[in-house]
Structures are given as C-alpha cells and as structure tokens.
C-alpha cells in the first residue's frame, strides 16, 4: 500500500509539474508586450498603410549617394575615347585621308586605333593624345590641325567600335560576361537586359554594384515590380554589377501549419497570405487563429540595441484574410502559429503517458 501510495502521488505530481511547466496554458495575447520587452504590434488596416506610405518614401528616395539614375545623369553624359576604341574618321571630299590604305567595306579595319597610352595617329595631324576627349574635342582638334593642309576641312568622327570602357554583370544572369560603354547612357536594366534579362534563380529583389571601393544595394524590386526608373542606376567604366541568387531570399513557416517549411521568394514581394497559402494553411485540429505572429529582424544597417519587429494577426476577424493578402513580408521574416490550449494539454499527456504507464504497471505488480 506504501508503494501504492507513492505511486499515486507521483501520478499528482507529474501532472502538476506538467502543467507548470508547460508555455502558453493561458493565451494572453493582446497586451502588446513580451517578457523580453519586444513589442507586439497587431497588424491593422492603419498598419498596412503606413507601410504603404513608407515604401513610396523609399521610392521617391531613390538610389544612395553617389549613385545617378539614368534619368539624372543623361543630360550630362558624353562618351570619352580611351584605349582600344577605333574610331572612324571621315574628311570630306578627301578620301586619302578617309581611307589611306585603301580598305572598303569594314570601318573597324580602315579605323584608327587609339593605343594603349591613349594616344592615335592621324595623317598631317601626326600623333596626338586621343584618350579622355570627347568626339566633339576630337573632331575640332583634328579639323584644327588638317586646316594648315586642307582649306576649311570637313571632319566627321564616330567611334567603329567601343572597347575601352568595360562593365561586368556577374551572377544570375542568363549571359554573365562584359559589356562596353557607348555613347548611349546605360542603366542596370540596360546592362541585365543585354545579358539576356534575369535567369530563373536570380534573386528578383535586390542586386549589388560594385564601385571604387564600395558596394551599393540596388532595388530590383523597385525597377521591375514597381516601374521606379529612379532606382536604374547610370553605370561607368569599371561597374561590377552582380544578381545575386535566391537563396537567401527566404521565408520561413513554423508552428501549427500543415507544412513546416522555407519559402523561396521567387518575385520581390510575397504577401502574408501567399506564404500562408503555400505552407498548406492552418492545421485545423490544433492551430489556435488568434495566435498568427511575423518576426522580423532588424535590418542590416539598424543600431546594435534594435529589437526585433513582432506582428500579430487574429485570423478570426472578419478583415483578417483581407489584411493578410496587404500585407507584405520581407525576406527572412518567421510565421509562426500557435497552438490552441486544449492541444498543449495533449501534448503534456502525450509527454507524461510513459511515466504513468510504468506507475501503473507498478501498482499492478505491487497488488499481485
């Protein structure tokens, strides 16, 4: 009967312990705090607007200094000459001077060569330095020079080829490789569309380049999703502009949802909804709907003491589904759904069953 006895209290004292021990038997969810002193912030109709209000901020911001768009840069932009560009050279009603040796046909062959000090040879002009001019500076350098030879000269310069002023674009581009500056301005999206547009595991959201130095975030998203041509960023000589894959861009599904899984971002932007969608929805047994929450983690370039960002939702209010399709998840942001009480308290009974079989079959042997 002793043996009984302990065994019946053990049975009390585990359940007791099981139960004080056990987080969240009471679902206290609305007093928009933590132990941790993060806050909770429900997300509202209010909320998605502001983030709204945000974004377009963001837009209207722009590249960081001291990246140009395209668009800021154009008017002032002028190709200059610099080493390996053939440039083809017209002096009206003079063809031995346009074409001294004769070549028909292939304008690079007949060109003149800038050499790799930057200087070139022109017939009565003789060797001069070409490098860092415009073609306009050329063109009146030369009809200068030609005028002690020729009466009020007619020149006309155009480059044959461009091979001096180089951008790479690496990664997740169909056509990684080089290209040249020419006299038009070129932008990012010029430069990934000339290396035949995003491959199918580029990364949809953000791209870096890579200047003297230092490397800058471009929003990819902004250009491709949103149509703000202020973030296509006018590139020069010696750009890197890398895609980076997707790997990364991810979102992560935990708790009481049928799939437990990373979501790969494949576009720039992924609603709540959406990953909610994909991860197969709520388990219908043992998902409490009043206990949805988005972590977010400080960005990149936020103070040492920032806390992270927590965002609560009630799927049970008629607006949920609605809010949840408006609002839009970042990369690396964690979707977790809670569970209800009445499933804790399974999972505790599931825990302590070993332990009150084996009193049991005590008790039993002991009665024998």
Request: proline share 5%.
């Amino acid at each position: 009967m002793n043996i009984l006895g302990a065994g019946t209290g053990l049975i009390s004292l585990a359940l007791l312990v099981g139960c004080s021990i056990t987080p969240g038997m009471r679902n206290d969810i609305d007093d928009g705090s933590t132990s941790a002193n993060i806050e909770i912030v429900p997300i509202t109709a209010q909320l998605v607007a502001d983030s709204r209000v945000q974004q377009v901020a963001v837009d209207v911001g722009g590249l960081p200094a001291p990246l140009k768009s395209v668009s800021e840069g154009a008017d002032s932009y002028e190709y200059r000459v610099g080493p390996g560009d053939v440039l083809s050279i017209i002096v009206w009603d003079h063809p031995e001077l346009t074409n001294p040796f004769g070549q028909l046909g292939d304008p690079t062959a007949s060109g003149s060569l800038v050499a790799r000090d930057g200087s070139m040879f022109y017939p009565n002009v003789g060797v001069f330095q070409a490098q860092g001019k415009t073609l306009a500076e050329v063109r009146e350098y030369l009809a200068k020079n030609l005028a002690r030879v020729i009466r009020d000269p007619q020149v006309d310069v155009k480059v044959a080829q461009f091979r001096s002023q180089r951008i790479y674009v690496t990664g997740e581009v169909v056509q990684p490789g080089v290209l040249f500056l020419d006299e038009q301005p070129k932008g990012v999206l010029d430069a990934i569309n000339e290396r035949g547009g995003l491959a199918a595991t580029a990364n949809r959201s953000r791209a870096t380049l890579a200047r003297d130095g230092r490397i800058y975030d471009v929003d990819l998203g902004a250009l491709y999703a949103r149509g703000v041509h202020a973030f296509n960023a006018l590139l020069q000589a010696g750009d890197v502009l890398n895609v980076p894959d997707v790997s990364r861009e991810k979102v992560f599904l935990l708790g009481e949802l049928n799939l437990q899984q990373a979501i790969p971002m494949q576009r720039s932007q992924m609603s709540l909804a959406e990953a909610l969608s994909t991860g197969g929805g709520l388990l219908t047994a043992s998902a409490n709907p009043r206990a949805l929450f988005v972590f977010r983690a400080p960005a990149a370039d936020a103070a040492p003491e920032t806390q992270p960002k927590v965002y609560s939702m009630d799927l049970t209010q008629p607006e949920s589904l609605l809010l949840a399709e408006q609002f839009a998840l970042r990369s690396r942001d964690i979707i977790y759904v809670g569970s209800t009480d009445f499933a804790k308290y399974n999972r505790v009974i599931n825990q302590l069953l070993p332990t009150i079989s084996a009193v049991f079959q005590i008790d039993r042997l002991t009665a024998k």
